[in-house]
């Protein structure tokens, strides 16, 4: 606690010592619970606010398809009566999760969770996690395994020691006179964010753990990307995302929960500034909105404390052999492009109606079964638009009560002037995975084998947890031209894993390639 300060700072420092015993972790975290009877309104961004039903209310409510999930059959407050209520539709990616908390109207009192930086934070910028639900609880999630699933446990062998700083966050509490709105609260949290943010790295942490801005290191430079076929010219990698996390394979920080990572957004110009770096030895990572796959720099970063490094242009060759035959979709690592339903009638979060992110909504996995109750998705290409008729989650059919069937997907598209002798390239960039196993056949799609198979991937629960993506993946699938047909031909998509509502894939982007061009 900080003289003058109306709040408190938390942190934790997690070490094992050589030669302890094996372990796994799967979630660290700080939860506060509050007096229902005073805080009913939880503030999570300026659109994602609401009044809150108590712990009571879903006591006496109707579980749904899982605990996390449940019907208001009789809320204290009848205006939630009939709305489902799920911890899953508060979450967050890490780079948006910067305040969230709680507002009561009497005393107008306000309890808010800051984040001033995500260097602690688990799986780079687009990870998701909890913020604050029902109960009315508040949680500064630390790491965890949501929206990912394995590769996020922290496994601990063979006696390897560790150390990690998680925070210090900020936890706030402000107040306005009696009379006052007490929406001004979520106001002026958000500009205490502001100033925490400002101040980071703190300067009040003892630890020798914690380094103070001048032991500190920072890093510019510029993203390029060279993609002959769009340009044949550099271009811009504008507001990229760019990041130094622990050495390891092209896209491992989405997989990493042991190091530090340090994210920033280039501008229109692709410059980059990365400040405020513990000293250690990284990789220098990146992606690129509009662009599928993932950049690595190819030599070690190495910040020592109080380094200015000038790394110059750094070009970036995204996946590509020909030119685009077709696509869909827009490469954002998300599926919010296309096509997401209403909720099922007595299903709906008001909050989430004619919102921008309706996916939270519960049950739109079964909203497929309504759309196509007997045949499954058709796409066409130069016919078919995506934001209303591709489906935002490959899921499996509801045949009955608690049976479920895969689907097969069909894109059909034209080719003109097939080079037989020549190799096609079909990119699959799938923005979410839960047990899923994506096969594909191309025009035939009786053959004993698929032409491809992801075989069995994921397990982010993205689609069961409201999340438009979880982890990202792709995959480069070759087409001979010998397959192919001058005129219309077809691909099929399996999502082969059925018995479960659960399992499937979100598409982040779709493309065919034709042959490279000399």
Not at 268 to 292: C, K, M, Q
Not at 298 to 314: A, K, Y
Not at 368 to 393: C, H, M, N, Q
Request: charged share 25%; proline share 6%; hydrophobic share 35%.
């Amino acid at each position: 606690m900080l003289r003058g300060y109306s709040g408190f700072y938390s942190y934790s420092i997690f070490e094992r010592l050589e030669g302890w015993p094996d372990i796994n972790i799967s979630q660290g975290r700080i939860a506060f619970k509050l007096q229902h009877n005073l805080f009913q309104y939880m503030a999570v961004s300026d659109d994602r606010q609401r009044i809150m039903p108590t712990s009571q209310d879903r006591e006496k409510g109707r579980v749904l398809d899982y605990p996390e999930a449940v019907l208001l059959t009789n809320p204290a407050n009848s205006f939630l009566t009939g709305e489902v209520d799920d911890k899953y539709q508060y979450s967050s990616d890490n780079k948006d999760n910067r305040v969230h908390g709680w507002m009561c109207s009497d005393p107008p009192t306000g309890f808010w969770i800051v984040t001033p930086s995500n260097e602690f934070k688990t799986a780079g910028p687009v990870k998701q996690d909890l913020t604050s639900h029902a109960g009315p609880i508040s949680l500064s999630m630390f790491f965890s395994t949501h929206y990912t699933g394995q590769p996020l446990i922290i496994e601990f062998r063979n006696g390897e020691p560790w150390k990690k700083v998680f925070g210090p966050v900020f936890i706030y509490v402000n107040s306005v006179l009696d009379g006052e709105d007490p929406l001004t609260l979520w106001a002026d949290a958000k500009e205490q964010m502001s100033i925490e943010t400002k101040k980071w790295p703190y300067d009040f942490p003892l630890s020798k753990d914690f380094p103070s801005a001048n032991q500190r290191g920072t890093i510019h430079g510029r993203l390029l990307i060279n993609d002959r076929y769009i340009n044949k010219d550099l271009l811009l990698a504008k507001f990229a995302y760019v990041g130094l996390a622990p050495p390891g394979d092209v896209g491992s920080w989405q997989d990493d929960a042991k190091g530090y990572q340090f994210w920033t957004r280039a501008d229109e110009n692709g410059y980059f500034t990365i400040s405020g770096v513990r000293p250690d030895t990284y990789n220098l990572y990146a992606w690129v909105p509009g662009f599928i796959g993932d950049f690595r720099h190819d030599n070690d970063v190495i910040i020592c404390s109080g380094s200015q490094i000038q790394i110059g242009d750094l070009v970036y060759d995204p996946p590509r052999n020909g030119p685009t035959l077709w696509e869909i979709g827009i490469p954002d690592r998300t599926a919010s492009e296309f096509y997401i339903p209403n909720p099922a009638s007595g299903l709906m979060n008001k909050l989430y109606i004619n919102h921008t992110e309706k996916f939270r909504q519960y049950g739109l996995w079964d909203r497929y079964t309504d759309l196509y109750p007997t045949e499954d998705l058709t796409y066409t290409v130069g016919i078919s638009d995506y934001r209303k008729d591709w489906f935002f989650a490959h899921v499996n059919r509801k045949i009955d009560k608690d049976k479920y069937t895969p689907t097969t997907w069909q894109i059909s598209f034209d080719v003109k002037n097939v080079i037989k002798t020549e190799s096609y390239t079909l990119r699959l960039a799938l923005a979410s995975a839960s047990l899923a196993e994506v096969q594909v056949w191309i025009n035939n799609p009786n053959t004993r084998r698929p032409h491809f198979t992801t075989r069995r991937i994921g397990r982010d629960n993205a689609i069961a947890r409201h999340g438009i993506h979880g982890r990202y993946w792709l995959y480069s699938v070759d087409v001979s031209g010998s397959q192919l047909v001058n005129g219309k031909n077809t691909i099929y998509l399996k999502q082969s894993r059925g018995s479960s509502p659960f399992i499937g894939v979100m598409y982040d982007y779709i493309r065919l390639e034709g042959p490279c061009e000399d």
